[in-house]
């Protein structure tokens, strides 16, 4: 069974820092792209950023360019989201998700995890 | 960046229904568009993909058309379960981009 497992979020000051964590398993990891996508409370879906299979291609939402960073370690099956000077907006629910295998454009995402909840503020 | 737009935002129905909820970007992604269903409290899950292909264990009630711009996912008959709220996603390129969400509730 496909499992991701979301893990780092927490209350955080604005202007602080958070590294988030999604450990995969159940597929073979270093075959897909990987993406994180969030959700403020009672609002709809965002598209954060996405990495590719070997790291090779990634994207990231114009609303945390340049603030936030992703990265993968394909010998843990992990996947992870640097966010640094995090502000009040960036409150939210925050999911792995599994995208496209290898090079291919499929990046609709399936499986999520369960998410987890980051909070900004003082 | 790709802008997703969604029709209506909510609206009510009855079990046993025919409904569609459409969804337009702002351009051309042919048929890289996918559509999800999420439960308050839960994660998204996906039901369609490239536009029409419906995900291994999806009910086939559940359809999706649409290439270009105009999209539509269709459920035919609507069950208690159904009640949610669905999202189109384009992953046509990045940034990838969602629609803002049709919640869909009991009349």
């Known amino acids: 069974e496909v499992q991701l497992v979301e893990s780092g979020g927490g209350l955080v000051q604005p202007g602080r820092s958070l590294r988030l964590s999604c450990a995969a398993s159940?597929?073979?990891?270093?075959?897909?792209?990987m993406h994180w996508v969030r959700q403020a409370p009672g609002k709809g879906l965002e598209w954060v950023s996405g990495i590719s299979w070997n790291s090779g291609s990634i994207g990231y939402a114009d609303s945390v360019k340049g603030r936030f960073t992703i990265s993968r370690d394909n010998a843990k099956n992990s996947l992870y989201l640097q966010m640094n000077s995090l502000r009040a907006e960036d409150t939210a629910l925050y999911y792995c998700a599994k995208g496209g295998y290898y090079d291919s454009n499929a990046n609709w995402f399936d499986p999520w995890g369960q998410g987890t909840l980051v909070t900004v503020s003082s | 960046a790709i802008r997703m737009t969604q029709s209506p935002s909510s609206f009510s129905a009855s079990t046993g229904d025919r409904v569609t909820i459409t969804c337009r970007a702002s351009?051309?992604?042919?048929?890289?568009l996918a559509w999800y269903q999420q439960k308050p409290g839960k994660a998204p899950k996906l039901l369609i993909y490239?536009?029409?292909t419906l995900q291994s264990g999806v009910p086939s009630r559940f359809s999706g058309s649409g290439s270009g711009t105009d999209f539509t996912l269709t459920i035919s008959c609507l069950q208690s379960e159904d009640f949610a709220t669905y999202y189109c996603?384009?992953?046509?390129?990045?940034?990838?981009?969602f629609g803002q969400g049709t919640r869909l509730e009991i009349k």
């Open positions: 996603q384009q992953y046509y390129s990045y940034p990838i981009t």
């Open positions: 159940g597929f073979t990891f270093d075959d897909y792209a």
């Open positions: 490239a536009a029409s």
């Open positions: 351009q051309g992604i042919s048929s890289y």
